[in-house]
């Protein structure tokens, strides 16, 4: 009895070994698949710590230089295609959230959560400031029709003439945080939205209109390319405004976390998103139904911010990883075609 008690022992011991490496290959094979049903595009450079941890990015106008912003407070300009860091400064002291070029690319306004709006000469030099009564949550800028639009911390929204940061337009629409800001160059309209849950429509000569409160804050906005709907992204989902009666339509997408940054592309059929929290996914959607149409390599932390370059050649994120990452969408010979 005693040998044959030793004999079960081995032979459970054996088994219990037979089973756990079937787990580990049953694992492994259906990691391999998910790989390989769904790869993604690795970036063409990867730039580490170039941030405390990314905030926004965009890109000039000419579409070769990349602006970075992060939480210190610092502005990196890299040259592409080769992603080489060409200048930086230091332009606020907490976090950038807001970026962009002006004047043919000869200069680059920032918006900041220390209040400031700064316009600086694409060397660095200072050019012009102005402190704004309340952090700016958000910032974003409309060349063809010279104007700023600034989100704040007291649920405000400040509309500014770009050429020289005159005021133009000030109101209290939200009673939370601004969340996101959008501006709609082909009809002068302009929208927010904010940690209280709503939408605001506006413009300058007509009065606010609320849109349809969706069932979470949207934390990015941006118009469609023919200005008849406003899309947002929540958790996992996308939001879509039909801005001719203001409802709207909720769209399940594969984020599995806050879509934080949208941009319209390719004639606004696509969307290109980057998410955070319980997610880092970088994504080509298509805009109507939320289905991923290209996959990209996810940063190791929460995504930040997303730019696509004028005329599709550039891929750019940053993160909170700190690191700013470039694709490189389409060949010198495509581009030339």
């Not at 009895?1 to 037979?18: A, E, G, I, P």
């Not at 941890?53 to 965009?58: E, H, M, R």
Request: charged residues 25%; aromatic residues 8%; proline residues 3%.
């Amino acid at each position: 009895m005693k040998n044959n008690s030793h004999f079960l022992f081995d032979r459970h011991k054996r088994d219990v070994r037979v089973s756990l490496v079937l787990v580990l290959v049953v694992q492994l094979v259906l990691l391999t698949a998910c790989a390989t049903l769904h790869p993604e595009e690795a970036p063409a450079v990867v730039k580490e710590r170039a941030h405390s941890g990314g905030s926004v990015v965009a890109f000039s106008q000419s579409g070769d230089l990349l602006a970075s912003g992060g939480w210190e407070g610092t502005v990196r300009l890299w040259q592409l295609p080769q992603g080489r860091e060409v200048r930086h400064w230091l332009a606020h002291s907490d976090s950038v959230n807001g970026i962009a070029f002006l004047e043919s690319d000869r200069e680059i306004v920032t918006a900041g959560y220390d209040g400031l709006l700064t316009r600086r000469a694409i060397d660095g030099q200072l050019l012009g400031q102005v402190r704004t009564p309340s952090p700016v949550t958000h910032m974003v800028a409309d060349i063809k029709t010279d104007r700023l639009l600034t989100g704040h911390v007291d649920g405000s929204v400040r509309l500014w003439k770009a050429a020289d940061f005159s005021l133009l337009k000030e109101q209290r629409l939200h009673q939370g945080a601004v969340k996101a800001v959008a501006i709609d160059s082909g009809t002068a309209r302009y929208a927010s939205s904010s940690a209280d849950g709503t939408v605001v429509l506006w413009s300058e000569d007509a009065m606010p209109r609320q849109l349809e409160t969706p069932p979470a804050d949207a934390w990015t906005l941006a118009f469609s390319p023919d200005g008849e709907t406003l899309s947002g992204g929540s958790w996992f989902r996308l939001y879509r405004w039909d801005l001719e009666d203001g409802t709207l339509t909720t769209i399940t997408t594969e984020h599995r976390g806050i879509i934080k940054s949208i941009e319209y592309i390719n004639d606004g059929n696509e969307l290109a998103t980057i998410s955070r929290q319980t997610d880092s996914s970088v994504y080509f959607l298509d805009a109507e139904s939320g289905e991923v149409r290209r996959r990209f390599q996810r940063h190791d932390l929460c995504g930040g911010d997303i730019a696509v370059s004028p005329g599709g050649r550039y891929l750019a994120t940053t993160s909170d990883d700190a690191s700013v990452r470039f694709w490189l969408l389409e060949s010198d010979s495509e581009a030339s075609e």
